[in-house]
Antibody, heavy 120, light 107 residues
């Protein structure tokens, strides 16, 4: 069965960086784009970007350009999202997700979420 | 960025009620709209893609319609497990923006 398992909660100070991992299993990792979506407490979800695991190509929301880097390691079927220069408004649950744009027919799958707390 | 506005922001309904949620985009997005259901502490779950395509496993009491800038999610007979927050998301152009959500509560 398809599973996306994310790394654990993080607490960071303002100005620091965070790197969240998302390990995929149960399917061929390179066949599906991986997206990153975050959700601040009580707020709507916010799409951050995607990576094509096959080629490494990425597409980021303009809001995060220059601060976010999404990478992948195909040898361990894992995607990563790094966000730099953290501020308090980056406190959110970060999700990886598959099948939420263009490749719908095979179902949508989400990681369990990683809470990133930015606090001094 | 394309703005997506849902209405209402919340509603109270009873089991068995028909519920309708609307979503309006700030420009023509053809049919590039998804609907999600989210329960507290859980990731969103895709209900519809491209406006009216029911995601597998989603009950048929849910229906989605619309094109252009105006879209609707309807639950024909509300069930206890449907109490949740619903979001629409446009996928016409990056960034793929979400509506502010509609919380469906028990009356």
């Amino acid at each position: 069965q398809v599973q996306l398992v994310q790394s654990g909660a993080e607490v960071k100070k303002p100005g620091a960086s965070v790197k969240v991992s998302c390990k995929a299993s149960g399917y061929t990792f390179t066949f599906y784009f991986m997206h990153w979506v975050r959700q601040a407490p009580g707020q709507r979800p916010e799409w951050m970007g995607w990576i094509n695991p096959s080629t490494g190509a990425t597409n980021y929301a303009q809001k995060f350009q220059g601060r976010v880097t999404v990478t992948r390691d195909t040898s361990i079927s894992t995607a990563y999202m790094q966000l730099s220069r953290l501020g308090s408004d980056d406190t959110a649950v970060y999700y990886c997700a598959r099948g939420i744009y263009g490749d719908y027919e095979d179902g949508d799958y989400w990681g369990q979420g990683t809470l990133v707390t930015v606090s001094s | 960025d394309i703005q997506v506005t849902q209405s209402p922001s919340s509603l109270s309904a009873s089991v068995g009620d028909r519920v309708t949620i609307t979503c309006r985009a700030s420009q023509n997005i053809r049919s590039f709209l998804n609907w999600y259901q989210q329960k507290p502490g859980k990731a969103p779950k895709l209900l519809f893609y491209v406006a009216s395509n029911l995601q597998r496993g989603v009950p048929s009491r849910f229906s989605g319609s619309g094109s252009g800038a105006d879209f609707t999610l309807t639950i024909s007979s509300l069930q206890p497990e449907d109490f949740a927050t619903y979001y629409c998301q446009q996928t016409y152009t990056s960034p793929y923006t979400f509506g502010q959500g509609t919380k469906v509560e028990i009356k």
